[in-house]
């Protein structure tokens, strides 16, 4: 499974690692991401969008402000 996870604060590191102890695909998309995770703006509905192409499943971990946002994507 890919899974995009929307934030990579604690709360979404501790949700990718998760997934990822069960063999998903995770793709951590942060402003400020981690090595290895893809530079995003959640507020940017296309970039989530985009971001999200190929993604079985989009797993929101931002401050509800952001996600309301990041929805509609």
Excluded: F, W, Y
């Amino acid at each position: 499974m890919n899974v995009l996870v929307l934030g990579a604060g604690i709360q979404g590191r501790v949700v990718a690692r998760a997934l990822e102890r069960r063999n998903a695909t995770v793709r951590l998309a942060d402003l400020a991401p981690p090595p290895g995770g893809v530079v995003l703006d959640a507020r940017d509905a296309a970039a989530v969008e985009a971001a999200a192409r190929g993604c079985d499943v989009t797993v929101t971990s931002l401050p509800a402000a952001i996600g309301t946002i990041a929805l509609p994507a």
